[in-house]
């Protein structure tokens, strides 16, 4: 068994990740977490998030990964008690304060150890696996030779757990201090500003006048910015290395971005399992060129140090994300969309879809009418409820998207 592990920022990216293919989620509430700038859960929230993924079969992670002050422990405890009542399948821990209170508080709370933990080498995942973590989520910087490695050195019922796709920070396992010294807000408490993707010029000491920009190209050099991680290709050398969960980084990401990577992993993990020489279609591996990406690079599995871009900072997309699917009324032969982006009558609009059958087709907006059955030439309205003629019985949550001009 491999699961397939998905951010979720907020309710509707969670309800996204499921519908894709998700076997998980990880999300924060609204404290104690390393995206304090999602919009995260309130405690209410986190109680119907709880029960809309058990009641799916799913299992839902709470990151409590924040590098702890004196001052958070009281409320931490309290925290914990509550996630375990709410029933959580896990809490994800980086710092070793935090976990012992976790341990002392909520007994019956699995643990996961953090990537912001270092976890590199076989005898550190030990230790933790002594300390009763049944879950170690690597470090980015290791090796699948390290994998195998660690692996082989614990027991079998401790998981790895390993990122697949997505943001990669250019400080060693994101303990970086670099937002922190620039405009306060630490990266160690959630509030990373991400500074390793400004721009930045060099001055010499005793020079009078302008800074020296460092100029490989007219838009600045980003010589602190990071390749976006793609292993999508590399599916089944995960595996045997002994990895059990792929991570999708993206809790800050859009909806759009959870369906679509979620969906093209999904496929390719599913078709490797059934036949280990699988190599992925192009159109999954293109998937990911359809939503928000900088360059792609495989990290440091492969030993290999090509992660800096030194072009840019800005990541692409080359699909803009319409609608989503509310609905499809086959009496009528008609698909009810929820408006997203503006698209117009003639336009063709992709289909993305967690159901192989539709993915990648396309549909022409021919006709189109609002829920009073008046006819709309343009979908300009934001989240709009709008019926499209569509021989397609796509499900609900499916997405609706268009090249970007």
């Known amino acids: 068994m491999i699961e397939l592990l998905a951010p979720s920022g907020d309710y509707n990216k969670l309800k996204t990740a499921l519908h894709f293919g998700a076997d998980a989620v990880y999300l924060a509430g609204n404290k104690f977490s390393l995206r304090a700038n999602a919009k995260n859960f309130g405690d209410e929230e986190l109680i119907s998030a709880v029960n809309y993924v058990h009641s799916k079969g799913k299992k839902i992670y709470i990151t409590v990964n924040i590098f702890a002050n004196n001052s958070d422990f009281d409320e931490l405890k309290d925290y914990f008690v509550f996630l375990q009542r709410i029933g959580v399948d896990a809490v994800i821990i980086s710092d070793a304060g935090v976990l012992s209170v976790a341990k002392s508080v909520a007994a019956g709370l699995e643990i996961h150890l953090s990537t912001q933990a270092n976890i590199m080498n076989k005898y550190a995942a030990k230790f933790w696996a002594d300390e009763g973590v049944k879950r170690i989520v690597l ?72 800074p020296l ?41 859009s909806q759009y971005y959870v369906g679509g990577v979620v969906n093209a992993y999904r496929k390719v993990i599913d078709k490797t399992l059934e036949d280990r020489n699988y190599i992925p279609e192009q159109r ?31 990541p692409e997309c080359d699909y803009d994300f319409i609608a989503e699917v509310k609905g499809y009324d086959g009496d009528n032969g008609m698909l009810i969309v929820e408006q997203r982006n503006r698209f117009k009558k003639g336009d063709s609009l992709e289909i993305l879809s967690a159901d192989d059958n539709y993915l990648n087709r396309s549909i022409t907006v021919d006709k189109m009418y609002d829920t009073s059955g008046n006819i709309i030439e343009d979908a300009k309205l934001v989240q709009q409820e709008i019926l499209i003629p569509c021989e397609y019985a796509l499900q609900k949550r499916d997405i609706l998207r268009k090249k970007s001009n």
């Open 139 to 210: 470090a980015r910087e290791s090796t699948l030779r390290d994998i195998r490695e660690i692996r082989d050195h614990l027991p079998d019922d401790v998981e790895l757990e390993a990122f697949v796709h997505g943001a990669m920070c250019i400080s060693y396992s994101g303990r970086c201090l670099l937002s922190n010294f620039l405009t306060g807000r630490s990266g160690n408490r959630g509030e990373c500003v991400q500074a390793c993707r400004w721009e930045y010029s060099i001055f010499e000491k005793n020079r009078k006048g302008e």
């Open 213 to 253: 920009t460092i100029g490989e190209e007219e838009r600045g050099t980003y010589i602190l910015n990071s390749k976006d991680l793609n292993m999508i290709e590399h599916i089944g050398d995960l595996i045997d290395a002994g990895v059990y969960s792929f991570k999708i980084e993206g809790r800050m990401k």
């Open 284 to 314: 999954y591996v293109d998937e990911l060129y359809k939503n928000s990406h900088r360059k792609y690079t495989t990290g440091f599995y492969y030993g290999e140090y090509d992660s800096v871009c030194l072009e840019t900072s800005k």
